[in-house]
Structures are given as structure tokens and as C-alpha cells.
């Protein structure tokens, strides 16, 4: 842990609005990182944000069973954090994320450690780092911001081992292992909603509507029953997040053209083919979205080939 001592003790200055609260308290070093009063951790408002959010979560529950967690999450992904081990402490922002009222004050101390686990500091997310009181504001930045002042720098651009990278540079061992667990009130209403007759599920894939054009326009075969969670001819379209997440977690394999159903097949491990025109996918471990349609329908070609 050394290593990142140094930067620690760096203190942010400039004129941006994020300084003054940084500047504000003395750090104590090893004291305040190894044992800190809890832990703050953000998840941003996109529906794949919130998966880094959940793996940081895992590990911390596990490295520091008697801290206080705090999570600051979108109100549509509140019930994902039940996937963990224990449920943290979860507060909510319903569009621009912001400090919900029910955590100011002095419900977060200055000697709680806020993990922010994303590479880039977005302009949405500055006024909430800046209206905390939290010494240490942590994360895997590839570039510096005036919002964080512990920069833990990772030789990756893909989760999980971005986490992974940065709890190992501050003396952390990341729970490479977990995946989430999926609830099973969740999973019997899952099958409920699948085999609403026989109550018993057959294998499926989960694809949009844009995706399995693409498919059928190339003569690719389609082996399994195909679940829309959405566009008018979805029977699930209406369902809340955790379902559809569990849905998702249960399928053979997902077909997609949808950052959110991307996200959600690459943290429960679930096998996958994507199309990224926009480049904005999640990058994760072992999985390469396609940016073209033909190159889509290839890798499409390449699973069913490989099976799963």
C-alpha cells in the first residue's frame, strides 16, 4: 500500500467546486484506508453502471464484514443489490444522480472511503462527489479530476479486473470468484412469467427486436424460443428491472444490440452476442461486441458453432 500513500497526501487545488470539500480534512495515513468508518459507493444512472457498483460491493461486504456499506444507486436498480450477500444500506436519486436527503449530515462521516468505480468522472456525477464529506474519494480514473483525490491507475480498460487491479493496489483482495445470486422469490416469479402453464422453463434466448432482424435477415439459425423484453410485441416489456435482469441471468444465451442487456449477460456470466455501433457498450472480460451486422451475425455463427 505504499505506493499510493503519496498520492494520497497530494491535495487537490484549482478553482472547480470539487477542491474546497477535498481540501477540508487532514488524511490519516494507514489509519484511513485500511480502517476506515465504512464505505460510500456510488452506481451511475445507466442500467450497466450499476454492475461495478454490485461486484465493488461483494468484495468490500467480504473484506470488511463489521464496516457500515452505503450505496447511492439509480431508483430502477435498487433491488439488484439483493443479489449480494447481505443487502447494504441503499439510497436512491430517480434521474440526475445527487445525495438523497436521507444520507446528509452526519449519516456519512469524513472517515468513510467513497468508491467511485468507473474510469471516467461524468459531468452528472460531479455535483454528488462534491457535496460529500468523505476524505477519501477512490477510483480507477484513467485521467485525473478535481472530484478524486485517491487515483488508483489500472493496466486494464475491462471489467471485472479493473476492480480487481485497483483492490489489489491498496492492499484489497478482490473476490474474483463471486457472481450474483439471484433471489429465489425472483427466480419463481421468473418462471412464472416464462411457463405461465406448466410452471416448468425450457431453454431461451433473450434478444430485442432490432437484434433478431438482423439475425433473420441473414438465414442465421435461431435453435431456441426467443424472449422479447422489449418492443410492442414483448410480453415482458412492462416487468420491473430484477426480473428482467433474472430472465437475462437464466437464458442459454443473449442476442443484442442493447448496452442494458449487454451489462446484465456479462455479470451473470451468461453467453453473449452483442452489436456496439456507438461504441458505448460496457467493456467486460472475454467479451468483444460486434460494430457492424455482418460482423454481428459472424459472432452469432461462432457461438452456436461453440455451444454453450
Same mark, same amino acid.
Given at each position: 500500500?505504499?505506493?499510493? /500513500?503519496?498520492?494520497?497526501?497530494?491535495?487537490?487545488?484549482?478553482?472547480?467546486?470539487?477542491?474546497?470539500?477535498?481540501?477540508?480534512?487532514?488524511?490519516?495515513?494507514?489509519?484511513?484506508?485500511?480502517?476506515?468508518? =465504512? +464505505?460510500?459507493?456510488? &452506481?451511475? *444512472?445507466? @442500467?450497466?453502471?450499476?454492475?461495478?457498483?454490485?461486484?465493488?460491493?461483494?468484495?468490500?461486504?467480504?473484506? /470488511?464484514?463489521?464496516?457500515?456499506?452505503?450505496?447511492?444507486?439509480?431508483?430502477?436498480? %435498487?433491488?439488484? +443489490?439483493?443479489?449480494?450477500?447481505?443487502?447494504?444500506?441503499?439510497?436512491?436519486?430517480?434521474?440526475?444522480?445527487?445525495?438523497?436527503?436521507?444520507?446528509? =449530515?452526519?449519516?456519512?462521516?469524513?472517515?468513510?472511503?467513497?468508491?467511485? *468505480?468507473?474510469?471516467?468522472?461524468?459531468?452528472?456525477?460531479?455535483?454528488?462527489?462534491?457535496?460529500? #464529506?468523505? =476524505?477519501?474519494?477512490?477510483?480507477?480514473?484513467?485521467? &485525473?479530476?478535481?472530484?478524486?483525490?485517491?487515483?488508483?491507475?489500472?493496466?486494464?480498460?475491462?471489467?471485472?479486473?479493473?476492480? &480487481?487491479?485497483?483492490?489489489?493496489?491498496? =492492499?484489497?483482495?478482490?473476490?474474483?470468484?463471486?457472481?450474483? %445470486?439471484?433471489?429465489?422469490?425472483? @427466480?419463481?416469479?421468473? @418462471?412464472?412469467?416464462?411457463?405461465?402453464?406448466?410452471?416448468?422453463?425450457?431453454?431461451?434466448?433473450?434478444?430485442?427486436?432490432?437484434?433478431?432482424?438482423?439475425?433473420?435477415? &441473414?438465414?442465421?439459425?435461431?435453435?431456441?424460443? %426467443?424472449?422479447?423484453?422489449?418492443?410492442?410485441?414483448?410480453? /415482458?416489456?412492462?416487468?420491473?428491472?430484477?426480473?428482467?435482469?433474472?430472465?437475462?441471468?437464466?437464458?442459454?444465451? #443473449?442476442? %443484442?444490440?442493447?448496452?442494458?442487456?449487454?451489462?446484465?449477460?456479462?455479470?451473470?456470466?451468461?453467453? #453473449? #452476442?452483442?452489436?456496439?455501433?456507438?461504441?458505448? +457498450?460496457?467493456?467486460?472480460?472475454?467479451?468483444?461486441?460486434?460494430?457492424?451486422?455482418?460482423? +454481428?451475425?459472424?459472432?452469432?455463427?461462432?457461438?452456436?458453432?461453440?455451444?454453450?
Amino acid at each position: 500500500m505504499k505506493h499510493v /500513500f503519496a498520492k494520497l497526501l497530494r491535495r487537490i487545488s484549482g478553482g472547480q467546486a470539487g477542491a474546497a470539500g477535498l481540501n477540508n480534512r487532514v488524511i490519516h495515513l494507514p489509519d484511513d484506508l485500511i480502517d476506515p468508518d =465504512g +464505505f460510500l459507493i456510488y &452506481s451511475g *444512472p445507466d @442500467e450497466s453502471d450499476v454492475w461495478p457498483a454490485v461486484y465493488m460491493a461483494n468484495t468490500i461486504q467480504r473484506e /470488511f464484514p463489521c464496516k457500515d456499506i452505503t450505496v447511492i444507486c439509480s431508483l430502477r436498480d %435498487t433491488a439488484l +443489490f439483493n443479489m449480494l450477500r447481505t443487502r447494504p444500506s441503499v439510497h436512491t436519486y430517480d434521474g440526475r444522480p445527487r445525495i438523497p436527503a436521507a444520507i446528509e =449530515g452526519d449519516t456519512i462521516s469524513a472517515g468513510t472511503i467513497l468508491v467511485y *468505480p468507473y474510469a471516467i468522472v461524468r459531468s452528472e456525477a460531479e455535483r454528488l462527489l462534491s457535496g460529500t #464529506v468523505c =476524505g477519501i474519494r477512490m477510483a480507477p480514473l484513467t485521467d &485525473s479530476s478535481t472530484y478524486i483525490n485517491l487515483r488508483v491507475k489500472t493496466e486494464t480498460d475491462v471489467y471485472p479486473d479493473i476492480l &480487481s487491479q485497483m483492490c489489489s493496489a491498496i =492492499g484489497i483482495t478482490y473476490d474474483a470468484d463471486w457472481r450474483p %445470486t439471484v433471489p429465489n422469490r425472483v @427466480e419463481e416469479l421468473v @418462471e412464472h412469467k416464462i411457463a405461465p402453464v406448466s410452471g416448468r422453463m425450457l431453454p431461451y434466448i433473450v434478444t430485442t427486436p432490432s437484434a433478431i432482424s438482423i439475425l433473420e435477415k &441473414s438465414r442465421a439459425e435461431i435453435p431456441l424460443r %426467443t424472449v422479447l423484453l422489449s418492443g410492442k410485441n414483448s410480453d /415482458f416489456k412492462e416487468l420491473d428491472r430484477e426480473i428482467k435482469t433474472v430472465i437475462i441471468a437464466d437464458a442459454s444465451a #443473449v442476442v %443484442t444490440d442493447s448496452d442494458d442487456l449487454w451489462g446484465d449477460a456479462c455479470a451473470h456470466g451468461v453467453p #453473449v #452476442v452483442g452489436l456496439d455501433t456507438s461504441g458505448s +457498450f460496457i467493456r467486460w472480460k472475454d467479451r468483444e461486441p460486434a460494430v457492424d451486422q455482418d460482423e +454481428f451475425a459472424e459472432a452469432w455463427v461462432r457461438l452456436l458453432k461453440k455451444g454453450w
